[in-house]
């Protein structure tokens, strides 16, 4: 006696599901073999992109350092910096200078102090000298005489201020006010502060304690980083100068 018609009906459509799954199965086995390895070559690529100083949490990618140069001797260290006007960029040149005046040992036990005004410098730079504006740049220049003192100028590309006309911050009807407390910052922190080339530099000047200098004394100067490069395809007008700044202007 033969099945019945139902039964064979549902036999037909088992093998048909099951020979579609199979067919299913073994199309997807053969993609995943041709694209793992394109799938090896975006991880790889990932990887080393990761791997990469300028991708590293502390200096991501829209925040890379256009150059910092560097020139010694046994008692000097110039540092020649230039960045972008972006906030981003700040930490990652900020924390280099430190770094190379802290071996310098130029003005040692003071580095943060130094670090607190170059921060706000450079803040200024970027924010209200170049207003963010990524055509432009801002550059350091740093002299450290060890154990004697160190020099700091920062120059914007901005169209400057007049420093006279910053109101005190600490007269009592400005207590509120939102600007002037950086100049007051840099000026606590530094012995001498002024501002030059119609507001467009800041000229920052810190002793070294007698400590520091009694230490120098005894130890050599050997940095460890003779010269370090970034990329840099920007030109500027005018290179900032070595020399001593000029008479101080209060404000």
Known sequence: MSEPPTVSLQAALSSCIALLLSIIWLEFCSIALLARPLLRFIVRKDKDALERPEYSVSNPPNSRIESVRTRQSESLL?????????????????????????????????????????????????????????????????????????SLIVRDQGTGFDPKGIPDPLALENLQAEHGRGILLMRSQMDEVSFERGGTEVHMHKTASVGATQQSAREPFNPSSGDIRGSSNSDTSKPLSPARTRARETC
């Open 78 to 150: 110039e540092i020649e910096a230039l960045m972008p006007s972006d906030v981003k960029a700040i930490s990652p040149l900020l924390d280099r200078v430190i770094r190379l005046i802290e071996e310098s040992r130029c003005v040692a036990g003071e580095e943060p102090a130094v670090e607190l005004a170059l921060r706000e410098a450079l803040n200024n730079a970027v924010v209200h000298g170049n207003r963010l504006d990524p055509g432009k740049l801002v550059q350091v220049y740093c002299r450290c005489e060890l154990g004697k003192e160190l």
